[in-house]
């Protein structure tokens, strides 16, 4: 029998399984698409979760962590003792250091009106590790809480915190909504 | 009561509770001195627009490097689009998306109905397979920034023995089925986790990744391509499709006069040797092994997924939940630890321990069917293998072996044979 040479057992096998490969391939695409919803995620913390263990400041693969400390001025009380600046028994509640409780001194106090001050932060200072926002949540208002910052952020594909974050506050959010901030935020009740 | 008096209540309940959650500690102030408040800046991710450019770009490296090695057969531009990629996906994109680690964001998105796949990393999952199906492992030599970080710095390679190639090239298998099973189960991220050059990528990385990445790169100039060859998982993925490539690079534009320069060219030991012509036709023995080979497939099948599923005890500790519960509940103590940071957020969490139990429980189930899963597919892999070394094929040149071969094109460079 003459061999038929432009097409032989070899190549219909190949290409059968080719076939099929590409069915497969385009299979997984089709039912990961099904669920897509087009937008890109990328991570926050959700503040009203988030219990304040300090691990974004040395779990991030960033050295400063791209976690920072946000204020949302529209809840704060503008306390002249603030517990989220000094610390629980502070001698003087001026800017003295050993009054401090942020230990990079990012957190500034600025004088407004009696009896009201200001608190910014210094995010060039600040490196994430929640002391402030401790001692705002506990004595205060809660306006000082941390949030991923994006400008820093490198987006992994796993947040290095998230896989260790005891109180799994840090989520994929959509990229349209990248922000969690409190005021504008407020707490999710269908959890 | 009554249900109505029930609904009643509960209205007003809410409402309450909406009141306290509004009222603060300190309220706002009002201030008479014209105090401005400032509102917190909020810097915009990367749009979503420059991720479909990456995906652009992407396609626009495959098809280049598809088009040097299979078209103008130019190392040349193979290396410099390497270069390129090093710079592009590499240092400016950090690493990340990348395609290795988008197996995971697949198989994440698979098993969990709540995690929506972005489209990049479908894209990037997705393109590299199929060009691979068509054109073999073009991705490998161009649009891969770890193959080009490894490729760029081989300074003298060493030929390894087969039976050492062929027995480490089931790690990355194992590497790829403990990824998904891990991403499969919303555990971790391994291969993310361990990628060893992204340190490098970012210039700032953790300890490990620092120490993985430059201990490859210096393993790497002696046995060239160390991950690519012997962990990447992906590459598994792309070697099974480059086998039934349409097109594949070829090392002679025409008749191979079998010079075997080309085997000195290739770092990878990727150029199958032809067959010997005086070789014996194969006998009894060799269809009898055959048989036997294939039979064993299904207990290698077995016998892994047994062994996966079995060791769940262990595989899942990596989830947190499974970790935490058997602290808790071999550690009891531990909960009036206030540094553990763990035990302290579950005891604020409110939760109980056995919601948390069952929650692990849970995680511990699928851990074990997908074990059966992982291991039959490892099983499954090491039968084939095995049954592959005994299959007589017969070769006429010094070809590429089209499993192996990441479409580097030195090769073609060295080949004598120039039209």
Sequence with gaps: MKKNKRFNRRDFIQSSIRASLVVSVGGIGGLALKNSTGRDWVWQIDPFECNQCGRCATECVRNPSAVKCVHAYDICGYCDLCGGYFIPGAVKLDTGAENQLCPTAALIRKFIE??????????????????????????????????????????????????????KAIKRVPSDTPYMIKGSFTKTTDT | MSKRVKIVLFGILIILVQVAAAQQRFPKPEFETGYVQPSPTTPEPRGLAVEYMDVLVLLAVLSL???????????????????????????????????????????????????????????????????????????????????????????????????????????????????????????EFIICRYDPFVGIFRLDAPYHMVVLGVAFLLLGMFVSRPYCRFFCPYGVLLNWMSRFSKWHLSITPSDCIKCKLCTSSCPFDAIDHPTEESAPPPGRTYYRRFILYSLLIPVWVLVGGFIASKSYTYLSRAHQDVYLSELLIHHPELVNDPDNLDIQAFLSSGKTLDTLVEDARVVQQKFRTGGWFMGGFIGLVIGITLLNQVVFRKRKDYQPNRGDCFSCGRCMDYCPVKN
């Design chain 1, 114 to 167: 009696e009896p009201y001050f200001e608190y910014e932060i210094d995010e060039d200072l600040c490196i994430g590790c929640a002391k402030c926002v401790k001692g705002c949540t506990s004595f205060g208002n809660g306006s000082l809480h941390l949030q991923i910052r994006h400008d820093l952020c490198r987006n992994c594909n796993e947040c290095s915190i998230a896989r260790v974050c005891p109180s």
């Design chain 2, 65 to 187: 490097a598809t088009w040097f090695a299979l078209r103008s057969r130019s190392r040349r531009g193979i290396l410099w689009l390497s270069v390129f990629t090093l710079i592009y996906f590499g240092f400016y994109r950090k690493g990340c998306i990348c395609s290795i680690g988008a197996i995971q964001n697949v198989a994440l998105s698979l098993s969990d109905a709540a995690y929506n796949i972005s489209i990049t990393a479908l894209a990037f999952f997705l393109l590299p397979l199929l060009y691979a199906l068509f054109f073999g492992r073009t991705f490998c030599a161009g649009a891969c920034p770890l193959g080009a970080i490894q490729d760029l710095l081989i300074i003298h390679p060493i030929s390894l023995p087969p039976w050492l190639r062929k027995s480490a090239g089931i790690i990355p298998v194992v590497y790829l089925g403990l990824a998904i099973l891990f991403a499969a189960t919303g555990t």
